[in-house]
């Protein structure tokens, strides 16, 4: 990839002077380099600098400069080793905080006593074996998760999706009864994974309707009898995102204590919901403050890309769907949520034909 | 294993049930160390253990003096020491000088000697509470009580803090000209016998520290540097805004993208479990060349620090920094912006980890 | 792309051939000696070197260390480094293409200071101290021989006569048996040094306080030389960074190297100390034509002394820094392709000197102004033409005559000047030939500089560009002549990326080295660093304000503030908030001291501000206009009187 020609194609369509180019060059490289150009679906010769000079001139002279602050100045990006952190910290962090207080109760001790007892370390062991860890979509890292905790979880208490057979349901259990050489032991616990959540209602929404649906309400209804034979009775659901929207952050909680008051035994009894990093309420993309941009959303857009799914975020996805507005970008994604001009490509044919920045790859699950 | 993996660290309702149930109760005999400084947490944790009626309470307040300190800071410093005195009525003061003639760096020491005449018996907890503690005083501290843990089992030492980053940021050391090794954690740098090991430094990067990081760079004189950048964290813009800040330098260290080690701001055991793997990974890869010496340079974020300095217990890693001889506080950090009271606790030794010794 | 500027000297220390190719030999013929008997002064004794951060004392030191030297004789042929060898050899480091010495760095860093802190009678704290700076260097000395693949099983010390005794408590004369017992020494007093709370004066063990004198035993070293050769080595000793130790650790370290019996060369390197004002005195010494400057070179019976980076008025040292700026830039450019390729490694010809031009419309407001204030003064037309063939003549000799708004701005101040010089009355009653001024009017080059400063200020014409004007703003100062250099490098390899022209213009020069010039200042970051701040700021408003009072009283401008020298010598002596302040200030380069200046009959000291601090701020770098103040002053702008309460 010749950067010479690149900074050139840059320089022609932002207008820039000797100095500002100099400048922005120096920005561009260090960002490329240290996490842009990792992103995944990025190919040799068309990279974050070639990408962003084709996606600014989508925008009229006038209102390029406003698109590159915006990148420049508000877009987070979550790198490959980033995410490899939050997936690392994911164990310590979240996981056995739950397997000490529940180990804990279980022994009659306040939890910061655990380790005073004998058998702290064997009960925590046999808890960690009850664990089953599943994967809510490809974006999860099941396989980085398994490789971060190879000593502590085994193979067989990783699902890599919620969408195994019954004959898999059967074999995890199996394997458990095995290895603790009990043929009555269950399951006392599930962590649901995944990458991001946004707007919550891909994981849980009402219908207008009134019907409930999402990724957790299918969870519970796909093989309903295994909550009952796989799991010992007062089991607990947790359900962990490595990244998560301010917005989600409280309102995942609130609707899934709603479809328990509604759904009664058709749901968890106990549930809880953590997050590796809460992005924080201002990094959303605001009218006011963010005037400009968000002219652009309105200016540069493609109805298009409101398919089906997007519908029911809301009723535009000008600023992604949902509304949600981020400048999120995942290395080996961009979420739905995120500002529709980073991600959507359309061939406008009856509107502004939208270029992508990061180019947004369609999850099947 | 490790020593602290499985470290006993409560905030929130855990540890206000540990406040109300364990250190609370009538048993209990507590001495609280803490910093009397200008910072506005200085009395969160206090307050808090005055609140509690039972156990016996003794507090010994810690005046970090520096020669640079603006009046005004001088005088908040004084408030908060008498509040804290006022707080726990069992209690003494005593300064600690940071600095001697000439800008050497003695608060550690002398903190290690305050420590070394304390009378420890009849005590069942000790809490440092580090909000108002620099980095130069609490780890000798640290390593001093657990010596003394050491020879009294029944000893608990537990430190406290309430956190904020936001505070934290808004400190703004002076800096003192020289780089030194924390007092007590030299670690063997500097020894003919690791002149020759490969050499490794772990900057913890913050805003706007370019002399200072390059003072201990020239301090360290590393083979590689893989600079510690805080994420999760409550900016997750900050990892960029540090590296585009330093670019220059980290472009002259050559650090390479894969340097970078991450670590999440609010949890001191995640930075502590990342650098004991670094550095046992390290011991092995170079044994073959004569050896391997890790060096860390906590800064920022006080829980950021408790994690290397259990590392730097642990692994008996040399610790160099850069004292401040005054502080400025920028912006956010003013009494008025100090946010509701956050308390982190770590329980480092003691009753909790009693059935771990048995079994071990 | 790697771009070396952004290292720092002592970042390039750890990798012998990468620090080679960036030295310049310029250094070394201009800091240690003249003649022979210099030089050989600088071995036989104590030599101190004195100098500011950043003034290339490391550098030569890093540079004597054997296994550089060695390195740097395995490619003595290499024509860059030829030139080098050569001033070595001048230097009497090296002879016959063969070391002559050993030497070794051994910088002052807290391990040393820490001796002073325990909690011991000064007698042994003292014993232990020397004891470790004996076994680091006898240790450091091994190391370099070791780096340089000399076979340590081959080297021995020669011992000086009759000291069989002291021999076997250092471990003998072989070089192994040296190391280890060094070892041994070194671990016990580290242990000592290091311990959280330090041992009884009664528990030490023998290694620490056992009669270990290396100093007072080895004369020579014996060392193997590329094959069967023997080379008889005299050891060096550099003890770098020694401001960092006690000051009576210091005195007393001094003291002991004094000694005239010990036959190791050995070199105290230290920051020079502004602020203790007899050692600042003793330093500098007045020269009728440019008031003060430092001795740089003084040998005495006991003491040689070298100091470096003299920093005051000197064209000498200026003409002698651009010179090796120019060098060290071409070695630096020549490690990076993108300029080696094309054949550019001279950087002063990619800073174009090239005179700016103001725009036409401000050409003609500038010229309606000058018009206004000559009605304003009352000067009639005839004389005002006669003040504008002084400009114009000058213009014309000094090869500047196209710059038609520097032209104007003389023309301005000389008008100012005129109607300050003669009475007020004449110009009122139109009398004409009565117009005489008291003194003559002249258009020189100060008058020009003065008219730059002014267009700067009034109309942002570029102020500092082109080579010269980047050294000068270095202040003497390699590194930070590399810090300006950095940037502007990375925007010359930016433009050459996209087939420009590998030059700057006068106006990117300017903002590029005035938003280094701030960052550089924002970055301080050092004891009293705010107040430093505070301090340069306040006198650079003032120097301002002086410079651009419209008759340009001080022709180029002010850049630096005096006060009565026995002020100075007061403050220096109180070890006051505000001589704290200035010692920082002076230790880092923010102002330059020059005492004992003379001028208008009085004796003043002159605090003359940094190249950052006068690049930020847009005043001359011409040395000598100074404004006047008084002690009071300057603690009002470090604002430092609360902090003394």
Redesign the interface.
């Known amino acids: 990839m010749n950067?010479?020609l690149t900074?050139?194609a840059l320089?022609q369509v932002m207008k820039w002077d000797?100095?500002t180019?100099?400048k922005e060059?120096?920005w561009l490289r260090l960002m490329s380099h240290f996490k842009y150009d990792s992103y995944r679906d990025y190919l040799g010769g068309v990279r974050f600098s070639e990408r962003l000079v084709d996606w600014l001139q989508q925008f009229r002279q006038e209102d390029r400069q406003a698109a590159y602050d915006y990148v420049r100045q508000r877009l987070i990006f979550v790198s490959y080793a980033e995410m490899q952190h939050l997936v690392n910290w994911f164990f310590p962090a979240f996981v056995e905080p739950v397997l000490v207080s529940e180990v804990a109760m279980k022994l009659g001790v306040s939890r910061y006593l655990l380790w005073n007892q004998e058998s702290a370390e064997r009960e925590f062991e046999l808890a960690l074996r009850k664990t089953l860890f599943v994967g809510l979509s490809d974006g999860a890292r099941m396989d980085m998760l398994r490789r971060a905790n190879e000593k502590r979880i085994s193979n067989e208490q990783v699902l890599v999706t919620t969408q195994v057979n019954e004959s898999k349901w059967q074999d995890v259990l199996n394997e458990l009864r095995v290895d603790l050489k009990d043929d009555t032991a269950r399951f006392s616990r599930v962590f649901l994974v995944d990458d991001f959540v946004g707007s919550g209602k891909t994981l849980l929404r009402r219908e207008d309707g009134g019907t409930w649906t999402g990724k957790l309400k299918k969870f519970r209804d796909e093989y309903p009898g295994i909550f009952t034979s796989h799991f010992e009775a007062n089991w607990t659901l947790n359900v962990h995102h490595y990244v998560c929207s301010n917005e989600a952050f409280g309102r995942v909680q609130a609707t899934a204590e709603e479809a328990r008051r509604e759904l009664g035994s058709q749901w968890f009894d106990n549930f809880r919901f953590t997050y590796g990093l809460v992005l924080p309420e201002d990094v959303r993309l605001d009218r006011d403050r963010d005037a400009t941009f968000w002219a652009h959303t309105e200016n540069y857009y493609d109805p298009i890309i409101e398919n089906e799914a997007m519908r029911v975020g809301g009723k535009t996805a000008k600023r992604g769907f949902g509304e949600c507005g981020l400048p999120l970008i995942l290395e080996h994604n961009t979420p739905n949520n995120s500002v529709s001009l980073l991600w959507a490509e359309t061939n406008g044919e009856n509107a502004h034909r939208m270029r992508p920045l990061f180019r947004r790859a369609q999850r099947h699950w | 294993m490790n020593r602290w993996n499985r470290c006993v660290k409560l905030e929130g309702s855990a540890l206000e049930d540990f406040f109300d149930n364990y250190l609370g109760s009538s048993e209990r005999s507590l001495l609280l160390i803490a910093g009397g400084g200008f910072d506005p947490r200085s009395t969160s944790i206090a307050r808090r253990v005055a609140a509690m009626g039972a156990p016996r309470k003794r507090a010994l307040i810690i005046r970090e003096e520096r020669?640079?300190?603006?009046?005004?800071l001088r005088e908040q410093a004084d408030v908060h020491t008498a509040e804290l005195s006022k707080l726990i009525a069992d209690s003494s003061v005593a300064d600690v000088p940071i600095f001697?003639?000439?800008?050497?760096?003695?608060g550690g020491?002398e903190v290690?000697?305050l420590l070394?005449q304390q009378d420890f018996s009849g005590v069942t907890d000790i809490l440092l509470d580090i909000s108002a503690l620099s980095t130069g005083v609490f780890f000798?501290a640290v390593?001093?009580l657990l010596?003394e843990a050491e020879r009294n089992r029944k000893l608990n030492v537990h430190v406290v803090v309430d956190e904020q980053p936001a505070t934290d940021y808004g400190i703004v050391g002076?800096?003192?000209?020289?780089a030194?090794?924390v007092?007590?954690f030299?670690g063997r740098i500097?020894?003919?016998?690791t002149?020759s090991h490969a050499r490794l430094w772990l900057p913890q990067l913050v805003l706007?520290?370019?002399?200072?990081l390059?003072r201990i760079?020239?301090?360290v004189?590393p083979?590689d540097v893989c600079p510690i950048l805080p994420f999760p964290c409550a900016n997750p813009r900050l990892p960029d805004q540090l590296v585009e800040e330093y670019r220059?330098?980290l472009?002259?260290?050559k650090v390479d993208v894969r340097n970078f080690v991450y670590a999440a701001e609010n949890d001191p055991l995640d930075l502590y479990a990342t650098i004991v793997r670094l550095v046992d990974t390290r011991e092995r890869v170079f044994a073959a060349v004569g050896g391997s010496l890790v060096t860390l340079s906590p800064a920022g974020g006080k829980l950021l620090s408790v994690g290397s300095l259990l590392a730097a217990l642990e692994r008996d890693l040399p610790v160099v920094f850069v004292e401040s001889?005054?502080y400025?506080i920028t912006g956010t950090g003013s009494e008025s912006a100090a946010g509701p009271p956050k308390l982190v606790h770590l329980w480092l030794e003691g009753e909790a980890y009693d059935g771990r010794r048995k079994t071990r | 792309m790697?771009?070396p500027f952004?290292?720092?000297a002592?970042?390039h220390?750890?990798d012998d051939d990468a620090f080679l190719a960036i030295i310049s030999p310029e250094p070394l013929r201009h800091y240690l000696g003249k003649t022979d008997a210099d030089r050989q002064a600088l071995f036989d004794r104590l030599a101190r070197l004195l100098g500011q951060p950043g003034s290339g004392k490391t550098t030569i030191a890093r540079l004597l260390e054997y296994a550089t030297l060695a390195a740097l004789l395995r490619k003595r042929n290499v024509p860059d480094f030829r030139e080098l060898a050569k001033a070595l050899a001048d230097c009497q480091v090296i002879s016959d293409d063969r070391p002559r010495i050993l030497g070794c760095r051994l910088p002052m860093?807290?391990?040393y200071?820490e001796f002073?802190?325990l909690p011991y009678p000064t007698e042994h704290k003292h014993q232990l101290f020397l004891a470790m700076i004996q076994c680091?260097a006898m240790?450091y000395w091994l190391?370099q021989l070791q780096n340089a693949q000399v076979d340590l099983s081959h080297v021995n010390i020669v011992p000086k006569k009759d000291s069989d005794a002291s021999v076997q408590a250092i471990g003998g004369v072989r070089a192994l048996d040296l190391?280890e017992k060094?070892?041994r020494v070194?671990?016990a007093l580290?242990k000592i040094a290091?311990?959280?709370?330090p041992p009884k004066l009664t528990d030490l063990s023998d290694d620490a306080v056992g009669a270990y004198r290396p100093f007072d035993v080895i004369e020579n070293f014996s060392v193997p030389y590329e094959g069967s050769e023997m080379l008889t080595l005299q050891p060096l000793v550099m003890l770098d960074d020694a401001?960092?130790?006690?000051?009576e650790q210091y005195q007393l370290l001094k003291k002991w190297l004094m000694r005239r019996e010990l036959k190791i060369g050995r070199w105290l390197l230290s920051r020079l100390d502004a602020l203790d004002s007899r050692e600042m005195l003793d330093a500098v010494s007045p020269d009728g034509t440019e008031g003060t400057h430092f001795r740089r070179f003084t040998v005495t019976r006991d003491v040689t002394e070298v100091i470096f980076q003299t920093g005051s008025s000197r064209q000498q040292e200026r003409k002698f820094f651009r010179s090796m700026a120019r060098d060290m830039a071409r070695r630096y450019l020549d490690r990076m392709p993108l300029f080696r390729d094309v054949g550019l490694t001279d950087l002063g010809t990619m800073l174009t000197t090239e005179t700016p031009h103001l725009s036409s419309s401000d050409v003609k407001e500038l010229s309606e102004t000058v018009e206004v204030n000559r009605e304003r003064l009352r000067i009639p037309q005839k004389k005002a033409a006669e003040l504008r063939d002084l400009v114009t003549d000058y213009l014309r000799n000094s090869g500047h005559e196209r710059e038609s708004d520097i032209a104007l701005a003389m023309e301005s101040i000389l008008l100012h000047r005129f109607a300050n010089r003669v009475p007020q009355e004449a110009l009122f009653a139109e009398l004409e030939d009565d117009l005489e001024p008291s003194k003559p009017l002249a258009a020189d080059a100060t008058v020009y500089e003065g008219a730059r400063v002014h267009l700067h200020h009034q109309y942002n014409r570029p102020f500092v560009y082109g080579m010269d004007a980047v050294c000068d703003a270095a202040a003497e100062n390699p590194e930070q002549f590399l810090w300006f250099a950095?940037e502007l490098v990375?925007?010359l390899a930016?433009?050459i990326?996209?087939?420009?022209r590998a030059e700057l213009s006068a106006r990117?020069q300017q903002?590029?080295l005035h938003s280094r010039a701030a960052k550089a200042i924002s970055?301080?970051?050092?004891?009293?660093?705010?107040a430093v701040r505070r301090v340069v700021q306040g006198i650079a408003d003032r120097c301002k304000k002086r410079s651009l009072e419209p008759n340009a009283p001080l022709g180029s401008g002010a850049c630096a503030f005096g006060f009565p020298q026995s002020e100075f010598e007061r403050i220096a002596k109180s070890n006051s908030p505000l001589a704290?302040v200035l010692k920082?200030a002076v230790?880092?380069n923010a102002i330059t001291l020059i005492p004992n200046y003379p001028c208008k009959k009085r004796i003043w000291c002159l605090l003359e501000l940094g190249g950052f601090v006068l690049v930020k701020n847009g005043l001359t770098l011409k040395r000598g206009g100074f404004v006047e103040g008084t002690t009071n002053e300057l603690m009002t702008m470090a604002n430092v009187a609360?902090?003394s309460?």
């Open positions: 950067e010479d900074i050139r320089e000797d100095e180019i100099a060059t120096i | 020669p640079g300190a603006p009046s005004k001697a003639e000439g800008n050497a760096v003695v020491r290690a000697k070394g000798p390593r001093m010596g002076v800096a003192s000209d020289r030194t090794p007092h007590g030299k500097g020894l003919d016998e002149g706007h520290r370019r002399q200072t390059e760079h020239t301090a004189s083979d220059e330098m472009e002259a260290w001889v005054g400025e | 790697e771009n952004l290292k720092r002592t970042e220390l750890r860093e807290a391990d200071r002073w802190e680091r240790l190391r190391r060094a070892r070194e671990a580290y290091g311990a959280v709370l401001h960092q130790l006690h000051p950095a990375e925007h930016n433009r990326q996209r087939r420009r990117q903002d590029i970055d301080w970051d050092f004891p009293d660093s705010p704290q920082f230790a880092y609360r902090a309460a």
